[in-house]
């Protein structure tokens, strides 16, 4: 599959997600089924983790939740409310652990001691707890601020509004999960379509009255924020739980070692039907806090956590064609046209080839019977093909060598791997291919980018067609008369799109470099160019200096980085674009925030082995206390730290500078001194 269809495909992968998150937490409602939610999601992070330049703001691995309804008060979470990784194997497991152990510089040989928790599958909430009563509930929300939905879980009798006993903290966040037994279920399944929505839409009732007619229940787990908490592990906090008076799941296990793991996951996976109410997975966790505080986050997930998904659901399917998709970036993405079938509850009309060299190694042809798998998050994919049933006169696939502009595709050859990438692309052309230019006004006027309300993927298409727009900067000088008179369009839909587009015409200049759709610059790179060069007259200057290796200098960007820049730079439409748009928007410059942290102002970079201490867990200790990491050591460089076995080029290269060099011992000094 080619990088631009790998990228088209994953940004519509992205669309639905957000879509259907949207319809979840803020209507209370769902057009497709939790498990086709969850298997969406899956594809999404499988194709991440495949595809290392796939980054995007609304990603799963990046968002918890969705944004509070405007209907409640919002209010910040003192603790960001995390989501969670997924396993789906015990090959996942066994990463994950080794993962803990590279962080925690530690041999593999030891054996992890887990709480392993059912995962129940409700709504999460936050209940706020001072001098032991209950002041406060919260939504997930985004995960860094919710909604104030208080009086509704007032009316739940499985919350304890005041706590007595003597050990119960100061302060706390008592985070659960709120649920509706499949028993209870069944007295009010007319009026929704499954638990979960049933409790989502009763938590967000305006009237705490119509929620208390809900049988609700609720079962703790986590805490949050946290004043006067005195426990060790995960597993004394949930007995903790209890003694309060909260419900806990009896499910609970403390588990070591990943063969326990697997043998309790196929246990309860085996029971799941005999329990009353609905789980999806099991969710484990480090039970030594000290550790878990140790191995800290990433993006918005625990490192010391992960939920293991439930297995995945099969079905059999018939191949009625075989669509290429060009994406933004020129990838050519081949996605199976199959006869609708049911999987897990949900129609699955559409599977994902992958890329070419898939194609080949299954031998998978239009015609074909095949088996579809929708394994936990992951989209519907092709799993194998049963060639018994392959009639005589089905021809092998041949999948295009030209894109649909008419260029010729082309497979990258990879320096690193030493071979040619598995996707097939259109040239990276920009705006110059058809198919590309539609998917990079998508990109422009998407959610993280400009977020224009009222345009979206339907609309692009449509005003692309009638020749409205070609361009981003057609999309400022619109004629607004010509699209009153299309169907479904009046003075008031106008009006409303004229609004949102004139209000959008300041941006931040990060958004505005993430929305010019350059590959391999996401959301997250686009922070840190914009954060290292402030405006975007330093960028167009980089520019017409062919000083583009300044970027090196930026840590999280490499050559690979620098290179599409580059190409970006040499397309003359893509000049013309940005010329255009810097004539008509005001690109707000980067702020520099102030920091307070200990190391606040200050430059590291790492050379050599730390003893006891991964790179990453240096870097995260840096980051935590403000202080920034570069890739490279030049004049601006603060501090190198040398552990064992240094690069001797950098630490010449460091004193010939006057940059300070310390050992490991000296770093901890400084810490703990700042």
């Known amino acids: 599959m080619e990088k631009e269809e790998i990228i088209k495909l994953y940004k519509e992968k992205i669309k639905r997600y957000t879509y259907n998150n949207f319809l979840y937490f803020e209507k209370s409602t ?3 089924s939790d498990a086709e939610f969850d298997a969406l ?42 989501s969670l990784a997924n396993a789906f194997s015990e090959e996942d497991l066994k990463n994950f ?30 209940l706020t707890y001072k001098k032991g009563k209950f002041i406060q509930g919260l939504s997930r929300g985004d995960g860094k601020q919710g909604e104030d939905i208080t009086s509704n879980l007032l009316t739940i009798k499985d919350i304890p509004k005041f706590i007595t006993s003597k050990d119960f903290p100061k302060e706390i966040d008592i985070r659960g999960e709120v649920f509706i037994k499949n028993s209870d279920f069944k007295k009010i399944k007319d009026n929704f379509a499954n638990p979960r929505n049933a409790a989502s839409g009763s938590l967000r009732q305006k009237n705490p009255s119509d929620t208390k007619k809900i049988p609700l229940k609720f079962i703790a787990y986590t805490y949050g924020y946290e004043k006067g908490l005195e426990v060790s592990t995960q597993s004394e906090f949930l007995g903790k739980l209890k003694k309060w008076g909260f419900k806990i799941n009896p499910q609970n296990k403390v588990i070591s070692g990943i063969k326990d793991l697997m043998s309790n996951y196929k246990d309860i996976e085996n029971k799941r039907e005999e329990l009353d109410f609905d789980i999806d997975g099991i969710v484990y966790k480090i039970n030594n806090l000290s550790v878990q505080k140790r191995l800290g986050n990433v993006a918005n997930a625990p490192r010391w956590a992960i939920a293991h998904k439930f297995s995945a659901n099969k079905s059999i399917s018939k191949i009625l064609n075989i669509d290429i998709q060009v994406g933004r970036t020129g990838a050519l993405t081949p996605v199976a046209k199959i006869k609708p079938v049911k999987i897990g509850g949900v129609v699955v009309s ?39 049933k392959r009639a005589k006169d089905i021809k092998k696939f041949v999948f295009p060598t030209k894109c649909p502009c008419g260029f010729k595709t082309v497979k990258e050859f990879n320096k690193i791997t030493k071979k040619f990438d598995a996707v097939r692309r259109c040239p990276d052309r920009g705006f110059d291919c058809d198919k590309m230019a539609i998917e990079k006004l998508k990109h422009f006027v998407s959610k993280e980018a400009f977020n224009i309300d009222g345009l979206g993927k339907k609309i692009v298409e449509q005003f692309w067609e009638l020749k409205l727009i070609k ?40 958004k505005f470099i993430y929305s010019l759709g350059i590959r391999h610059i996401g959301l997250e790179n686009a922070k840190l160019i914009s954060k290292h060069l402030k405006k975007l007259s330093n960028l167009i200057n980089l520019s017409k200096k062919n000083n583009f290796q300044e970027l090196l200098n930026v840590d999280g960007i490499g050559e690979t980085q620098i290179n599409s820049i580059k190409n970006f730079f040499s397309n003359d439409t893509n000049l013309t674009v940005l010329d255009e748009l810097g004539k008509i ?10 920091k307070t942290g200990l190391l606040s102002n200050k430059t590291f970079m790492l050379t050599g082995k730390l003893d006891g201490m991964s790179r990453a867990e240096a870097k995260s200790l840096i980051e935590l206390n403000s202080g920034s990491i570069v890739s490279n050591i030049s004049k601006k460089l603060d501090f190198l730290i040398a552990g064992q076995k ?9 004193l010939a500078l006057n940059v300070k060099v310390l050992s490991q011992e000296e770093w901890n000094k400084l810490l703990k001194k700042t």
């Open 30 to 32: 769902q057009e497709i």
């Open 41 to 82: 999601k899956k594809e999404i992070l499988k194709l991440e983790k495949d595809y290392a330049f796939l980054k995007h703001k609304d990603s799963p691995s990046k968002n918890v939740g969705f944004k509070p309804s405007k209907n409640f008060k919002k209010v910040l979470h003192k603790v960001p409310m995390l």
């Open 97 to 126: 652990e080794k993962k803990i152990f590279n962080f925690l510089d530690q041999k593999q040989d030891k054996i992890l001691e887990y709480s392993a928790e059912p995962k129940i599958d409700g709504i999460s909430a936050s």
């Open 350 to 388: 559409n599977a994902t080839l992958h890329n070419e060299d898939e194609i080949v190694r299954k031998d998978i042809r239009v015609g074909d019977t095949v088996t579809i798998e929708r394994a936990g998050d992951v989209i519907p994919h092709v799993v194998s093909v049963d060639k018994d």
């Open 471 to 510: 361009l981003p900067q057609d999309i400022f000088s619109l004629d607004y008369s010509k699209i009153e008179k299309l169907d479904g369009w009046g003075k008031l839909s106008v009006a409303n799109l004229r609004y949102s587009i004139n209000e959008k015409k300041i941006i931040p200049l990060e």
């Open 585 to 594: 928007l005001t690109i707000r410059n980067q702020i520099e925030t102030k």
């Open 646 to 654: 240094p690069t001797k080029r950098k630490v010449d290269m460091a």
